[in-house]
């Protein structure tokens, strides 16, 4: 047998608490992992992921030190070592890509400078070479042109190009083992989709060992060989991928997985009850005893072993029971023919023409968002889709006033015009329309408590002051299922489901007509982000709110949306009812979005329908998607701007292709055509 690569053994990780007492982060883990193997490290938010992977590289964050146990890298005891020996060994044979390559790259150095300074570092190359090294690892993680994307600076690359350069960096170095903490979180399906793939093909062709940490068990599933998952600083289920996923031992395990929306079933998925125990805690009995459905009494009388079960290992002294059956809430809108919000040809632009521009009427640039055209009736929810770069959140940008559009209209309900920037607003409308923002982290104020976060808009909008405004944040709290002991908290100190919370309570506290959720999910684990999608379709059924929901996951959208609009370049694709949207005849476009999911099944690849490219501007005429679209008819579709076609009632596809063509085999696979390395 071959000896593992990385070998972590009964590791404990953890911080001195008040009177001396050790407080673990880790308790005990043992986990190995063989060279051109991936291992995928799953589990909520404070599990221990992290901490985990890092110890890999003998990285501990401040205040932590070992309890006991080991952390051996390709047989180097990374904490017995010292701190040079450590640093000689990161980099050059064992490598960290970090969640945000965007804020890993340093802004101010092109990326060709980035990567020869780690060639610098770790390898004794001469100039010239570590010049054509350089472009050999811009062509190993396929970005185009690679002489001239290295000599571009990062902001110049998309999210997916970010990405691969920060891999290309990390493989510098020859690296024997990659550590990934979240590489995709915040990427959009085709984006994530193409980074995986060729993640994988990576790790198969150079015999790369993996370590993946992620929240997204659909990930997991099409990059990881073994998965182990994570709770309270336990391992509580290890093993190969597919008998984890497929057939779940823990009660834990199966509760992440229930929590997961599927695009194949409509309403809101499950979410686990009650909250893990606090970092550092003493554990008596089964960590995960408090929200287990299936407890026994035996479950509190002393903390389980890991038990082995053949493929796999689990942490449960019921491992062999059935599980629990689970279930999803389908949505019961209460949705009026009373319109809350309308767009018509709405134009966005960032670029405005200068002077020179206006004395030569040069022709003005395309808009990054162009006849926009929707409406949100009273208590609906829809969804707005599409990748990174469609106009998404530029359209709740504009309707929150925080950009003014270059043409059309955005009325209310009351034909009260929101074209006028923010600052022009008065008051009464600033409360109608509120926003939920995708990082509470950057939203809330960190020197505020929570008290004075939520008076702030109970101040503004309705002159409550004092204990008045105290007891209506006490009840936003509430409503938001957070207790009262929450108010005299600083941001600081809650998690970030909590802190997303807090968001949706400021943002409820103005009782607005319209709110705007812009990718309020997108970074919560699975099993908040479920409690998260009740508790705004309660909060929608309660106060009557209507909602633009934008997200890069369509199974979300699914769960939560009345309709769906689908954008690509800030053009709408396709319009409707969801259950139309999700079922064929679908937009060539809908149909690239659909393929790119990535379900919680290791046997489920995606269908990556469309080239891996980035576009900088939308076509001057034609169809937005002609340059990517597997099934581009020719010249009609790069000059013609394609027709609305009615497919049902609401219904709404922009396509030249023929109805009755639209749904079929004609949408061809990613190896088809050549988008993908083969074999």
Excluded: W
């Excluded at 001396?20 to 308790?27: D, F, H, V």
């Excluded at 060994?89 to 390559?101: E, F, K, M, V």
């Excluded at 170095?173 to 915040?186: F, I, R, V, Y």
């Amino acid at each position: 047998m071959t000896d593992p690569l990385i070998k972590i053994e009964d590791l404990s990780i953890g911080f001195t608490a008040k009177g001396g007492r050790q407080a673990p982060i880790l308790r005990g883990v043992s986990l190995e992992l063989c060279a051109g193997e991936t291992i995928g490290i799953v589990g909520e938010s404070g599990s221990g992921k992290s901490t985990v992977a890092l110890a890999m590289m003998g990285y501990l964050k401040s205040g932590l030190s070992v309890f006991r146990g080991s952390a051996v890298f390709d047989g180097h005891n990374m904490f017995a070592l010292s701190e040079k020996e450590r640093a000689r060994l990161r980099g050059s044979s064992i490598a960290l890509i970090p969640q945000n390559a965007g804020q890993a790259l340093t802004p101010t150095l092109k990326i060709g400078q980035q990567i020869d300074e780690a060639l610098q570092l770790h390898t004794d190359l001469g100039r010239a070479d570590r010049e054509t090294r350089t472009v050999e690892l811009l062509e190993k993680v396929r970005l185009p042109s690679p002489e001239e994307m290295a000599t571009r600076y990062p902001h110049e690359l998309s999210g997916g190009q970010q990405q691969r350069a920060a891999v290309a960096i990390a493989l510098a170095g020859n690296a024997k083992a990659l550590l990934l903490d979240e590489p995709t979180t915040g990427l959009d399906v085709t984006t994530q989709a193409h980074i995986l793939e060729f993640l994988r093909h990576l790790a198969q062709d150079l015999g790369v060992a993996m370590v993946y940490v992620s929240h997204d068990l659909g990930v997991i599933a099409r990059v990881a060989d073994r998965v182990a998952v994570m709770y309270a600083g336990q391992l509580v289920e290890e093993g190969l991928t597919r008998d984890v996923l497929n057939v779940p031992h823990h009660p834990y395990t199966r509760g992440l997985l229930a929590s997961i929306p599927r695009l194949g079933e409509p309403g809101i998925p499950s979410s686990m009850p009650g909250v893990p125990p606090a970092v550092g805690s003493e554990l008596t009995a089964c960590a995960f005893a408090d929200r287990c459905a299936q407890v026994r009494e035996a479950c509190r009388k002393g903390v389980p072993d890991l038990v082995d079960l053949g493929t796999s290992r689990s942490r449960c002294l019921f491992s062999n029971e059935p599980a629990a059956a689970q279930t999803t809430a389908l949505r019961e809108p209460e949705i009026r023919n009373d319109m809350a919000l309308s767009l018509d040809n709405v134009a966005i632009s960032y670029s405005q023409p200068g002077l020179l521009d206006r004395l030569l009427n040069r022709p003005t640039k395309t808009p990054t968002v162009d006849r926009a055209s929707f409406t949100l009736q009273k208590g609906e929810t829809l969804g707005l889709v599409g990748e990174s770069g469609s106009g998404k959140s530029t359209i709740l940008r504009a309707i929150a006033g925080l950009v003014s559009p270059r043409a059309g209209s955005i009325t209310l309900n009351d034909g009260e015009s929101l074209t006028a920037p923010v600052s022009r607003r008065d008051r009464e409308t600033l409360r109608k329309v509120q926003m939920i923002f995708q990082n509470a982290d950057a939203s809330l104020n960190p020197r505020q408590t929570i008290a004075e976060i939520l008076s702030a808009p109970l101040q503004l909008y309705f002159g409550l002051k004092g204990q008045a405004a105290r007891d209506k944040a006490k009840t936003l709290l509430e409503a938001v299922r957070l207790p009262e002991r929450y108010l005299d908290r600083f941001p600081g100190q809650l998690s970030g489901g909590e802190k997303q919370r807090v968001g949706v309570a400021r943002a409820f506290a103005a009782n607005p007509e319209v709110t705007l959720c812009d990718e309020v999910t997108s970074a919560l684990d699975v099993s908040v982000q479920a409690a998260a999608l009740s508790l705004l379709t309660r909060l929608q059924k309660e106060n009557g709110s209507s909602y633009i929901f934008v997200s890069h996951d369509l199974a979300v959208v699914r769960a939560v949306s009345d309709r769906v609009a689908v954008l690509y370049q800030g053009r709408i694709c396709e319009v409707g009812p969801s259950a139309q949207v999700y079922a064929p005849p679908y937009h060539p476009y809908t149909k690239t979005l659909m393929g790119a999911v990535l379900e919680p099944d290791p046997d489920t690849a995606p269908v990556l329908l469309a080239d891996d490219m980035t576009e900088q501007a939308p076509p001057a005429s034609g169809c937005p998607f002609q340059r990517r679209c597997p099934r581009r008819l020719g010249d009609i579709c790069d000059s013609t701007l394609p027709p609305a076609r009615q497919l049902g009632l609401g219904h709404v596809i922009h396509c030249h292709i023929p109805e009755e063509e639209l749904d079929g085999d004609a949408l061809r696979v990613a190896q088809s055509q050549d988008l993908l390395p083969t074999g």
